[in-house]
């Protein structure tokens, strides 16, 4: 079942005179539970492709839809009221709210919903169990490690079960256990749960742990790579040979 449609996506910035176009006709459609990633060497259009995937920015032409909705021709607040809903968010800066603790921060999607006390509390334990951050549940963001805020994070994006959940860099800021210890986290969730992922990274590290790789290169789609029966690491080298064939994506620890 497809879960994101997206046909001739083109975005420009600038007027007439200084028009840059940043991406030039990309096609996409994820399945439901896919673990799709994004990467593409700096100012290929993988972020702007992320942000208009999200409806955080809105596209030049071409048409976006997710669960049938199409996104592209609505309002600011129709936008909005659509990603309270139907999609989650982990970025590579956390975003959590320093005055909350880490519980009423995860809690956050769900204040918008109808859910009582009683399944809001059943729906945090689950999540928070299964990326282990129960033992740091009334703790506030300035007291945890950066591992545990960007768990926080993921848990906050997972836990109103949206359409999909988008991943800008979610590694970016971590050290290498911490990043992955998230991965693997991410990744269980995503077939635990059959969450549909959607990430930008630089790191084919990162990148192996999804299903699917799509290569972005001068605003267009250069090539996908699918992970299929692969192990790991065979997915890794695979990812890691594409990179060396695209140039200008370089491996950062």
Do not use: C, W
């Amino acid at each position: 079942m497809t879960v994101l449609e997206a046909n001739k996506i083109h975005k420009s910035y600038g007027n007439k005179f200084t028009r840059q176009e940043v991406l030039k006709g990309i096609d996409v459609s994820i399945d439901k539970g896919e673990f799709l990633t994004i990467m593409g060497a700096s100012g290929s259009g993988k972020t702007t492709l992320l942000n208009v995937l999200s409806s955080i920015d809105r596209v030049s032409h071409g048409t976006i839809h997710i669960e049938g909705k199409e996104l592209t021709g609505r309002k600011e607040k129709q936008l909005a009221e659509f990603r309270k809903h139907h999609l989650g968010f982990i970025f590579q800066e956390y975003n959590l709210l320093d005055t909350l603790t880490v519980k009423e921060n995860i809690l956050l999607p769900l204040s918008i919903t109808n859910a009582s006390k009683k399944e809001a509390n059943a729906k945090f334990t689950s999540v928070a169990s299964e990326l282990g951050i129960e033992d740091v549940q009334h703790k506030y963001p300035n007291e945890i490690s950066g591992g545990q805020k960007q768990r926080t994070s993921a848990a906050r994006a997972f836990i109103h079960e949206p359409s999909i959940i988008f991943a800008d860099e979610p590694t970016g800021a971590l050290d290498s256990k911490s990043a992955s210890d998230l991965l693997d986290k991410m990744s269980e969730l995503n077939q635990k749960r059959k969450a549909t992922i959607v990430m930008v990274t630089h790191d084919p590290v990162a990148a192996s742990y999804s299903s699917r790789v799509i290569f972005i290169k001068d605003g267009q789609i250069y090539t996908r790579l699918y992970k299929g029966d692969q192990t790991r690491s065979s997915f890794l080298k695979d990812i890691m040979k594409t990179q060396g064939v695209l140039g200008g994506v370089q491996y950062e620890h």
